[in-house]
């Protein structure tokens, strides 16, 4: 797939983005500057998520996912500081400091949000793309899906609903290899998640490489054209994630190092854009380490806006929102 | 206004058409909604005037169903979702209560969720322990959600459209046992009534009933008993319990002084332990005597018949615990 240098260096910026941004959390978490039980870093997915968005059109097609979704929103184009004061709940956050880490949103790109009920969301991507149908357009869904969400109930009911009426749904499978702590294997009767596909009349684009953000662009953009045209699509995108569960998985590094520490040295996904860059248009260091430093800036800048934004404090903030008036 | 005597059913049927006709954005999911008519014949006749883009039969998946209507209605669509009963909304409770009722706040007003949940609930005809449920102050329990229990055809009628035109996610629970009640509609396409408003049904000043839905019948039956022997119960409809009208309740109670509760669900934690606690908290200068409930005894409902009927309440008991506090 023949993809000119400006594309690939912008691919390139966002995962980086991404995971200074994720690196930043976690430092800041350890300074207890961000708060919380639930932070769930997106290190090491980041191919996923700059591929799949790069396949949309960003405010007229739509994105929904589960909690570990500070990813999509920098990807989207969300801006930084908003994220991170959402990170520390302050008042500037995306979600006005009421949704935290876990419920990033921006209707304005189409984004209905991170949610932390393992599967809950799948059904809302149905009936997104339900809407999409009704209204006769040609607008697509996506729906981040962990590996463990395709255990519950919601997986089952989600996407077979989504196969009957030939929704523009596309399902994509971000396997890391656990859902929290059990993996895949000791999960599912068969770990070969894609495989369920059939069973919903789902069309079935089995595994991509989620590590190689090309093939997830090309991947998530056939599935478009398929899924407007003619329904559904399930894409198990293989992954690994560099930090745990979240922040209260602290054992994380211990039980899986050497697992995590070949994943890191063979099959980073910024490491592999960066080969193919380099491949294709010669040595670009000079540049990628200027796009580096210009993304260290962004988090830095977005840290001393989220520290300047002040806490939510009252009862009018509290109560604003519970109803539609 | 002009108005015609309409079983409730045919009530809701005519609210549901209607506002389908005014607005495209309106449809109905759900389990047998559309060939089958619905299994309450609440949507006869629906998928031959609208087709199957607005009426739309559903496979068996109460989480997807309640889930779905929760994204379409993101999305900017109407939904309203039929659960066929509330025992099966038991399985959408998450769809329901984590999604639609947190959606709205848990982003800061970024996303409105106008979906209404239909659900037929209530006993009889025998259907045992798991289909014999009332329990709409579970969804009650929860801010971000409404809920709507009509009592009568012309409110069933008037409640509907207002559940429908409203931006929030709405329970709206149909009484089984008052779908063929037949009652006064008006013929007015724009009929709403206001959110979280009570009606006084009947006007007395020796005792206030307090009751919603089914409870309304027993309630009208035990006033005209009580009325032979000179008590006049007024009696408070609160029709939704939530928003919950409780500045109608205080205004009846602080005329009367004396309140009996009437709810055919359960007694714990119930509509009635919230009603009486706050009777007690802000009338309690103006109390003449305890705060009595009649509830469905707590018991998982049995199969036999008689035992059936011992589980509910009734006018008799009514009538009783009225004279218990005189």
Known sequence: MALDKATLLDWYRQMVLIREFEEACQHLYNEKRITGVYLHLASGHEAIYVGAVAAMRVGTDHIITAYRDHGIALALGMDAGRVMAEMMGKRDGVSGGKGGSMHLASAEHNFYGGYAIVGGHLPLATGLALACKYRGNDQFVISMIGDGATNNGYFHEALNMSGVDKLPNIWIIENNGYGMGTSVEKAAGNPILHERARGYGIEDYGRVDGQDVIAMYDAVSRAAKHAVEHGPVLIEAMTYRYRGHGVSDKQYDTRLKAELEEWKATKDPIEILKRHIAKEHGDVSAELDAIHQAQLKIVEESIQFADASPLPNTLEELFAHVYVD | MAAKNLPMRDALRRALMEEMERDENVFVMGQEVGVWQGTHRVTQGFLEKFGERRVRDTPISEMAIAGAAVGAAMAGLRPVAEMMTINFAFLALDAMINHAAKIHYMFNGQFKVPAVFRAASGWGNQATATHSHTPEVIWAHFPGMYVATPATA???????????????????????????????????????????????????KHVTLVTYARGLEWCTAAAKELEKDGVQCEIVDMRWLRPLDTATVFESFKKTNRAVIVEESLPFYSFGSEIAAQIQEHCFDYMDAPVKRVSALDVPVPYSHDLELMCFPNAQKV?????SIL
């Open chain 2, 319 to 323: 009538v009783e615990a009225v004279k």
């Open chain 2, 154 to 204: 012309g409110d069933a009628y008037g409640m509907l459209k207002t559940a429908i035109r409203n931006d929030n996610p709405i329970l709206f629970s149909e009484s089984i046992g008052l779908y063929p009640r037949p009652g006064q509609v008006p013929d007015d396409p724009d009929y709403m009534l206001p959110i979280g408003k009570a009606d006084v049904k009947r006007e007395g």
